[in-house]
């Protein structure tokens, strides 16, 4: 069986399962793309992109594994810009996250902007691995699945995440 089994089911996904798969799970797709790109554009386009890749190749998804497909497809979208020359030349340099809701008080958000700082200088797994199970409340079985690794691999990179977040925020150390 392929990687994919796991999301087999008994029939392709139709127009209106699209539709009702985007209304439910685009803007976790858009906001797990724009926290591991730090780029609204980008982040819009590689939603966008998932999407299409839905519709065109029209996948057999077992019901319940549907967040997971499509934040699987979008986390390796976000690997592919991300490696790209003309991301590392124009976008490492911008602005981080601005995930940030208007309200909140100021204090709130120079600690939430810290802390995003931190998580995107984590290493590459590490830092899918937050942004899966802390910012899309996945479990660690679910994002084992989406990252087509053991479950115990995804709780040591929690821990050694934690670990270095923790250096870095009481000691300003590099994560």
């Not at 931190?118 to 079985?141: D, R």
């Not at 053991?150 to 929690?158: I, Q």
Request: glycine share 6%.
């Amino acid at each position: 069986m392929s990687d994919s089994s796991q999301y087999l089911g008994s029939a392709p996904v139709s127009d209106e399962q699209i539709e009702q798969l985007y209304q439910m799970y685009g803007t976790d797709v858009l906001r797990m793309s724009y926290s591991y790109l730090g780029n609204q554009q980008q982040a819009e386009d590689v939603t966008q992109d998932v999407f299409l890749r839905l519709m065109e190749n029209r996948p057999v998804l077992k019901p319940g594994s549907e967040k997971s497909w499509l934040l699987k497809v979008a986390l390796n979208r976000c690997r592919d810009h991300w490696r790209s020359s003309w991301h590392k030349r124009v976008l490492l340099g911008s602005k981080v996250l601005e995930i940030i809701p208007d309200d909140d008080r100021i204090e709130d958000r120079i600690e939430k902007e810290a802390l995003m700082q931190a998580v995107n200088a984590l290493p590459q797994a590490e830092k899918e691995v937050f942004l899966l199970f802390y910012y899309q409340g996945l479990s660690t079985q679910e994002t084992a699945a989406v990252l087509d690794t053991p479950e115990g691999t995804v709780s040591s990179r929690l821990s050694r995440g934690r670990q270095k977040l923790k250096q870095f925020l009481d000691g300003g150390e590099e994560p």
